[in-house]
């Protein structure tokens, strides 16, 4: 036990039942003012946390009184859902993850954190850690991807951003591990739906981020909305307490999702709300978000044995034991407004996420880089060019459009008197049906030299509750491709989208692609330096890209099959002879009416370098438990560009106890190249690396052969064999 585990229970033995369970009731602020109900209930001891509250001034009275005016003097917990950023944006979650950069990710938590104190924020509901292998899902745009150990390695980098060195830290954030867990696998990605997810593929695909925020001691989870198999989550007490507790080890605590403890009534779990109380007590759900079922009831099932006091004690000494590890008792953090002018450290750092998350998709003909002294006229043309606010993309609720610098301007700015540059909004929004004029708009692009379309999807088309069916690009922006196209004119478009749009309808009508995300508060600078070869795009796909809406769920890491696909026996159905009656074709896991591929694979993105992969090697043909393995390539920039490129490692387990995926991300790193250098890349693989829950759910690694690749995206690589040995 350490020191602030045994200042809570010296505290809980002070406390009465009505004081106890007022820490677990988390309640709504963001009114603009203190209400009379508010002050009261924090001065009877029935609030824990607020959340949503973001006035300094207001922050800091919230804590007066609940230090100064009642009877213990414990601090509150304000929460809020700081996910990309407080009031400096940074690419959503899924375009950060497009960096594959520690760093990056851990610098723009820290500052996030830093900003969010400022206002008396001291918890954030971040990172959402679902794997999400479904890009109707809106909440995807808030995600790592859908690999588990990009995600994993990404998020305890958040983290520790979030909560610095220490906690105690003034300026750290308690982070939040969510949704636990499965949300991203809801059915037909549509949010808030049911999830059925066998208990290994649960283990080895869902569930590894979660333990590795458990082990990297994150403060707090949050239960997700969803039934998983059958058992919402906020009740499902072999997901909280066998899993979390028993088998983990958390010591932090656990809150629920936004009423999500009344939910159970409404998934048919719980009769009523008291009963629902009763189910996520059990569960050791420590904290109920707002909706008070907890304030109702708990003292009632304590008092009739149905919640032993025992239980209540050790969830209510989590919460403390977090207060006194955050040094909230000790004296009030500092709150401030943030100046009105962004520092200019934190607007630079924006800039640099932003650079390294954008993924070149196509470059045909080397199209890119732009050369403004080759330019008398750039058609900047599009919804999304000069539109601040929706650059910042969803989960923004402190950031300000006026921060943000638009690709239309930034490109201005770039070229200065270079060359001319004209500008179409083109439709009045990205979900418009129609074009605002369509001639005008074939006049601007055909007086142009180049076209930068500026295309994608406005930030309320992603996020919570934001979920699609079709993933083309919305409105009218194929028609407006369309007509850019017909100038006979080059067209770069630039992306900025939530998720992965399905872009094969209108790929080969441009003649570049950078896929942009929503890229922050300094997306529009970073993507001016990246059009005009300030840097080489160096980000790299977190989740595949889908040729039809019809191939989801697409990822890199599926099953072998019986019958696996391949190009030998696939079959388009237009080329099916006529009157094939019921002729059986191809025999193998497919489409009939797309090619089972990903349109761009995990791991892929395109540079302005030319990187080439050779001499793989290996320092042996076995791997032990008291020998790893390193494994080695030649990686060469052969152009005169400086680039980054991002080398990845993936293996398969050729036979196991339960079938394997093909690939399997183990390893990757982000090198800095210079013009014509060599460098040889090396990589460690131990018997760690190679295990997976087993048939029993048992986490083992089992004898067998195995083989490795070493390359630039999951669909590519130099190939090696070993063997796993005793």
């Known amino acids: 036990m350490n020191e602030f585990e045994t200042k809570a229970l010296a505290l809980l033995k002070d406390m009465t039942l009505e004081e106890k369970i007022g820490q677990m009731n988390q309640v709504s602020g963001s009114v603009g003012y203190i209400p009379e109900h508010l002050s009261t209930a924090i ?24 230090k100064e005016e009642t009877r213990l003097g414990i601090p509150l917990l304000i929460g809020r859902d700081v996910i990309h950023g407080f009031r400096t944006i940074f690419p959503i979650p899924l375009g950060q993850a497009a960096t594959w950069c520690k760093d990056t990710i851990a610098q723009s938590a820290r500052i996030a954190a830093i900003e969010a ?7 954030t509901f971040s990172p959402m850690i679902d794997i999400a292998r479904d890009p109707r899902w809106g909440r995807i745009a808030e995600s790592f991807g859908e690999d588990p150990y990009l995600c994993a390695t990404l998020s305890v980098a958040m983290v520790e951003g979030y909560q610095s060195e220490s906690l105690s830290n003034p300026t750290a954030l308690a982070a939040c591990a969510k949704h636990f867990a499965g949300y991203g696998a809801s059915e037909s990605g549509r949010d808030y739906n049911t999830t059925n997810i066998p208990e ?39 997901l909280t307490k066998t899993l979390l507790r028993d088998e983990w080890g958390f010591k932090g605590f656990v809150v629920s999702d936004w009423e999500s403890i009344k939910g159970l009534t409404i998934h048919g779990l719980a009769e009523d709300k008291r009963h629902a109380a009763k189910l996520a007590a059990t569960a050791q759900v420590d904290m109920e978000m707002v909706s008070e079922c907890y304030l109702a009831y708990l003292g009632d099932l304590v008092e009739n044995n ?18 006194f590890e955050m040094g909230l008792f000790d004296s009030p953090r500092a709150s401030q407004p943030l100046p009105q002018t962004l520092p200019q450290a934190h607007l630079l750092a924006a800039k640099n996420a932003a650079l390294k998350s954008c993924v070149l998709l196509k470059n045909q003909d080397k199209q890119l880089p732009l050369r403004p002294h080759n330019l008398n006229n750039i058609a900047v043309i599009g919804p999304l060019a000069d539109d601040g606010f929706e650059q910042m993309g ?76 079709n993933i083309d690009l919305p409105g009218a922006q194929h028609a407006l491709i369309n007509v850019m196209s017909s100038s006979g004119k080059p067209v770069v478009a630039v992306i900025m989208a939530g998720r992965p749009l399905t872009l094969e309808p209108v790929l080969d009508k441009l003649d570049a692609v950078l896929y942009a995300w ?11 330096e990246l059009l005009f070869g300030v840097h080489s795009p160096s980000g790299k796909l977190p989740v595949s890209f889908p ?7 697409l990822y890199y890491a599926q099953k072998q099959t019986g019958r696996p696909a391949d190009e030998e026996s696939f079959i388009h159905q237009d080329d099916i002879p006529e009157r094939a009656g019921q002729t059986s074709l191809g025999m193998t896991a497919t489409h009939l009416d797309c090619h089972f591929s990903a349109l761009f694979p995990f791991g892929f993105g395109l540079s302005y370098a030319d990187f ?49 995926p093909v690939k399997e991300l183990k390893g990757f790193q982000r090198v800095t190249m210079k013009p014509n250098e060599s460098r040889s890349i090396h990589f460690l693989i131990t018997v760690d690396d190679l295990r997976f829950y087993d048939i029993n759910q048992a986490f083992n690694y089992e004898q067998g052969d195995f083989e490795v690749w070493v390359g630039s995206h999951s669909h590519s690589g130099l190939h090696g064999t070993f063997k796993l040995v005793e």
């Open 43 to 66: 001065r009877a001891g029935r609030v824990g946390s607020v959340i949503n509250e973001v006035d300094p001034d207001i922050n800091a009275e919230l804590q007066r009184i609940a």
């Open 518 to 528: 929503h890229p922050g508060t300094m997306g529009g600078p970073a993507i001016a």
């Open 117 to 123: 104190n400022t206002v008396g924020v001291n918890w």
């Open 612 to 660: 080439h992969y050779s001499d793989i090697a290996l320092s042996s043909g076995e791997v032990s438990k008291d020998a790893p393995l390193t494994v080695s390539v030649t990686l060469t920039n052969m152009s005169d560009i400086k680039a980054d490129e991002i080398v990845q490692l993936y293996i398969r387990d050729r036979v196991g106890s339960v079938t394997r």
């Open 200 to 238: 290994n593929e649960l283990r080895n695909v869902y569930l590894p981020p979660f333990h590795a925020l458990s082990d990297a001691q994150v403060a707090t989870f949050m239960t997700s909305f969803s039934d998983l198999n059958g058992i919402p989550a906020s009740g499902n007490t072999w």
């Open 547 to 553: 040729r039809v809406v019809g191939q989801i769920p």
């Open 394 to 469: 969803t989960w923004v609720f402190d950031g300000c459009a006026e921060d943000s610098v638009t690709v239309l301007s930034a490109i201005k700015a770039r070229v200065g008197d270079d060359c001319h540059v004209s500008y179409q909004k083109a439709m009045a929004n990205s979900r418009s049906q129609a074009l605002l004029n369509e001639a005008e708009i074939l006049q601007t692009a055909k007086d142009a030299d180049v076209i930068v379309a500026v295309l994608g999807e406005e930030a309320i088309l992603s996020g919570e509750a934001h979920c699609r069916t």
């Open 306 to 323: 149905e919640v032993p006091l025992a239980t209540l004690d050790t969830m209510v000494s989590r919460i403390l034991t977090l207060k």
